[in-house]
């Protein structure tokens, strides 16, 4: 399913699984800083010559722009070079506490908008780092950028989801295929070197470039694997790390996409609820069960019998906001109640249009990491009967995920082993969940916690909404501001468990 971040003002589409979901604004504010003279001496050496950005929303929040370039393999450093974008908002308040780089999730979302995340952190912390963000190898303005073409695979009219129904799961079996030789067609070698170690790699380039020792980071979502691997890779050049919404190093990907099935299928059922707690305003049931009757009615209705272009796909599709983010619940339920009582399949139709459109930069991204990270199950018989079994007991989104990763079948480029994570040797890190966080399961910050050693997790239990930190709860908020300040951190608890608690956001 699609690992995200939602951004303030800035709409960037980012991917784990499941659809391409195109952010709604957070509650969270984004923009920027400026220099001290402390800093001319910390950047001295930087390598980095930082203009006038293109992007009016980098400009109006202060941000400077760069590129650097970088070795395509790491194997072989003296051959192609590709070029990173970068953005950065420097410190305004002292003393300075160095460079924070950032990612917002993905993989194959473009960071260069996190440069403004620093105002997000309360009482003015965030004015005391430099921050970096990022559009990663393969994304946004960095070059080449990875795109598959109009490939249509998220166009109207498709076949049913469903793969347990052979004509369609043949229709898909077509679709993955030509997707997948567009990709190859339009790429070429970079498509073998675009894994989470590539970019790791990447990113102590960047810490080279810019004249440091070490960093700081912050990862959201897929960020916290990028933030994993580095943190592995390089344990001396981190100073504070944040990871929020913690990839399970142990499932990727394969078992990390199986994992989200049930957990979509559980935030379903809890924002059914939700819509039945208001059953006076959206008249679609007065109990759980009868809304999720009605919504599972009517993508029954659609299969074989589109709407305008809206078939139980596309009607599944159109819904997972409300199971990633709790703020979006009444706008979804808006357009399922229209729908059901006025049969406006306008508003479903252009929120999947606009959830879906581009060339599918992002989702090729998304696969061109994923689907090399790790070797994925070379039989359909596997896919299928793990998803089957599935599928049973979280008929949400199963089918719909089997078909989102399905590329990883045939893609064309070779996979590679996963780095180890360990833990042990990096400095004390902060780890963020929400304990119903569907796109990353709450195991995974429970098994990272475990792993890192010298980290501490506040979790937020019940929460349902995904990478959501610095977006407005005090609670969290200030103990991340603390943190990045003073290096202040809660206790360490005993067991596999929470260090601390904050209640989410209503």
């Known amino acids: 399913m699609a690992i995200t971040r939602r951004a303030a003002v800035l709409a960037a589409t980012i991917t784990f699984g499941g659809v391409l979901v195109t952010p709604a604004p957070s509650q969270g504010v984004a923009s920027s800083l400026h220099s001290a003279p402390r800093a001319a001496a910390h950047s001295a050496q930087s390598t980095l010559h930082w203009s006038r950005c293109k992007s009016f929303e980098l400009r109006v929040s202060g941000a400077r722009c760069a590129t650097l370039r970088v070795p395509l393999n790491y194997g072989h450093p003296h051959q192609r070079m590709i070029t990173l974008a970068l953005a950065r908002v420097k410190h305004s308040a002292r003393p300075y506490k160095g460079v924070m780089l950032t990612n917002p999730g993905g993989p194959g979302g473009a960071g260069r908008y996190l440069a403004t995340l620093g105002e997000s952190v309360p009482h003015n912390v965030g004015a005391h780092y430099d921050w970096i963000g990022i559009d990663p190898r393969g994304t946004g303005a960095s070059k080449p950028r990875v795109s598959c073409g109009d490939h249509g695979y998220f166009g109207f009219h498709r076949p049913n989801y469903n793969a347990t129904h052979k004509t369609a799961f043949a229709k898909w079996v077509r679709r993955t295929k030509k997707y997948d030789a567009a990709c190859a067609k339009h790429n070429g070698r970079i498509l073998n ?49 944040v990871l929020d919404s913690n990839v399970d190093p142990r499932r990727v990907w394969y078992g990390a996409n199986l994992d989200q099935d049930g957990a979509f299928q559980h935030n379903s059922q809890v924002w059914f609820r939700w819509i039945a707690h208001h059953a006076g305003r959206y008249h679609l049931g007065p109990t759980e069960k009868k809304v999720q009757q009605r919504w599972y009615r009517i993508r029954a209705r659609l299969t074989g019998h589109a709407d305008h272009g809206i078939g139980p796909d596309e009607w599944t599709d159109v819904f997972l906001d409300a199971e990633y983010y709790r703020f979006t ?7 399922f109640a229209n729908y059901a009582h006025h049969h406006d399949y306008s508003g479903v139709r252009t929120k999947y249009r606009d959830a879906n459109s581009g060339d599918g930069g992002s989702f090729a991204m998304y696969n061109a990491v994923q689907c090399t990270d790790n070797q994925w199950p070379r039989s359909w018989q596997r896919w299928l009967r793990d998803n089957s079994r599935i599928a049973k007991k979280a008929p949400f989104m199963t089918w719909q995920n089997f078909w989102f990763n399905a590329p990883c079948k045939y893609w064309p480029a070779a996979a590679h082993k996963p780095v180890h994570i360990t833990g042990a040797a990096v400095p004390r890190t902060l780890l963020v969940d929400q304990t119903k966080d569907a796109a990353t399961p709450y195991s995974g910050s429970l098994e990272v916690r475990r792993l890192f050693s010298n980290s501490r997790l506040i979790a937020l239990p019940g929460g349902t909404s995904h990478a959501d930190s610095l977006s407005g ?26 260090d601390a608690t904050c209640r989410p956001r209503p």
């Not at 960047?206 to 592995?232: E, M, N, P």
């Not at 969290?476 to 067991?495: F, M």
């Open 329 to 335: 619940w009444a706008e979804q339920a808006v357009l």
């Open 473 to 498: 709860n005090s609670c969290l908020d200030d103990r991340i501001a603390a943190y990045l300040n003073k290096g202040r951190l809660p206790a360490r608890k005993s067991g596999n468990r929470a």
């Open 193 to 241: 070197h675009l894994t989470t170690k590539d970019s790791a790699r990447d990113m102590d380039s960047i810490r080279k470039a810019l004249g440091v020792r070490r960093i700081s980071y912050y990862g959201y979502s897929y960020g916290t694997y990028l933030g994993q691997v580095y943190a592995t890779l390089f344990p001396g050049r981190i100073k504070r790390m």
